[in-house]
């Protein structure tokens, strides 16, 4: 084993002597160090933003894309959007030895069923130096340590953060060791991770496809998968126009460069003439190339002077991350559904109607980690659920579906008191 790969472990076995530490701790000490975390972030920003500031241009120069650049960017606004999400994490309630149900047995036996702490999550994830102080503000909180991964055009970034980190929690009093950070970027040692599972209790990859199946494939530790979003909204035909109008260009526009931005627009027929116009014309204002079927192409014309182009069938099914949607015109709530189960990813669906069966029916039959009626898919986040924050964004349906939260990120043992029972 090369000295980069005997690191890792050592690293590991830190993080599990950590975790144990960490388990034991009182809920005020963990709030603490998140309040401490959560204010050097607000006061400590100098140093952060001069290594984000590095790591972009060196990004920009590469000629890395606009959405990994937007990703990448941390600003004075951004870091006080993370302080915040780190509070929000300490004011909820401690996960950590609660009661989820208890009873007791005809052989007087009483039994509960208590939620503990995983052990140690690890993440390996990309561009977004936000992802750090989120899982680490998560697994504390939960009495979890942390390994991270994060990718090398983010490396000063995130050991900016880290070493903020590690002063906050130490002076709150826990281990700097439940916090790991790999700071070797040779992309050999994702493997070596992928085979710590006597050190890391689960993993959550972030990021691309290919990065989410190559860690799935090969991790020998349980993994929760998600985060690639091929999100749709369906207007029904009862759909309000201008509500449609609102909810589409807010899902597409708001932010494009996420896993919950909407990819594509399904129209029913008997709508499409009444709200394709007002839906195209402010995605149009936005900027967003709309790649529409022949249908979609027919109702809104040449002439208008909107930025349409033919679609092709690669369009269907497609994470966009930009300002790119699809669009096609379907027939019924019946054709909707196909298409979002032939092309979704399992994400984030919504369906825009005034027909309660017809919304009813969307919301019992979607198979997605997220489904809505009239509202935005960019609402799939855990700070907007209420969860502070998140690891990420499971699409799959073991152990976890949809944002990972405090929850998340624990188990639970048994919990049996008697008073001299023995088994017959």
């Not at 209420?386 to 964004?393: D, F, K, P, R, W």
Request: charged share 25%.
């Amino acid at each position: 084993m090369n000295t980069a790969a005997e690191r890792l472990y050592e690293q590991g076995e830190a993080a599990q002597r950590a975790s144990a530490r960490l388990g034991r701790t009182s809920a005020e000490t963990r709030n603490h160090a998140l309040e401490n975390i959560a204010r050097a972030l607000e006061t400590e920003q100098g140093p952060v933003l001069e290594a984000n500031a590095a790591d972009y241009r060196d990004a920009e120069t590469a000629g890395i894309d606009a959405a990994f650049l937007d990703r990448l960017l941390l600003n004075s606004d951004r870091l006080n959007g993370m302080a915040a999400d780190v509070r929000s994490v300490a004011s909820l309630p401690d996960p950590v030895g609660e009661l989820i149900e208890s009873f007791t047995l005809a052989n007087g036996l009483e039994v509960e069923k208590r939620r503990t702490p995983l052990g140690v999550i690890a993440s390996i994830y990309e561009s977004r130096p936000n992802v750090t102080t989120d899982i680490v503000s998560l697994a504390l909180k939960s009495g979890n340590a942390c390994f991270l991964r994060g990718g090398k055009e983010t490396l000063r970034s995130n050991l900016a953060l880290v070493s903020l980190i590690h002063r906050a929690i130490g002076e709150a009093g826990l281990p700097t060791d439940a916090v790991q950070f790999v700071d070797d970027t040779d992309r050999e040692l994702v493997d070596v991770i992928l085979g710590m599972k006597q050190h890391i209790n689960l993993l959550v990859p972030r990021g691309g496809t290919g990065l989410i199946n190559f860690v799935a494939e090969r991790a020998q530790m349980p993994v929760v998968t998600g985060g690639v979003g091929v999100c749709h909204t369906y207007v029904d035909r009862d759909a309000d126009t201008e509500m449609a109008a609102n909810i589409v260009y807010n899902a597409k526009v708001q932010r494009p460069t996420v896993c919950n931005a909407m990819d594509t627009v399904l129209v029913h027929s008997e709508a499409a003439a009444r709200c394709l116009p007002e839906i195209a014309a402010q995605l149009n204002g936005a900027g967003v190339e709309m790649r529409c079927d022949h249908r979609a192409l027919s109702i809104l014309g040449p002439e208008g002077g909107l930025n349409l182009v033919p679609a092709q069938e690669e369009d269907f099914g497609q994470e966009f991350l930009a300002l790119i949607a699809s669009v096609r015109v379907v027939d019924s709530l019946d054709d909707a559904l196909d298409h979002i189960e032939t092309y979704g990813s399992g994400h984030s669906e919504a369906i825009i109607t005034d027909d309660t069966a017809a919304a009813q029916r969307f919301l019992n039959e979607v198979d997605a980690a997220a489904v809505y009626h009239n509202t935005s898919t960019r609402f799939t986040d855990g700070a907007q659920f209420g969860l502070g924050a998140e690891v990420g964004i499971s699409t799959q349906k073991f152990h976890a579906r949809g944002p990972l939260g405090l929850r998340e990120l624990t188990t639970y043992k048994w919990i049996v008191r008697g008073a001299g029972q023995v088994r017959e």
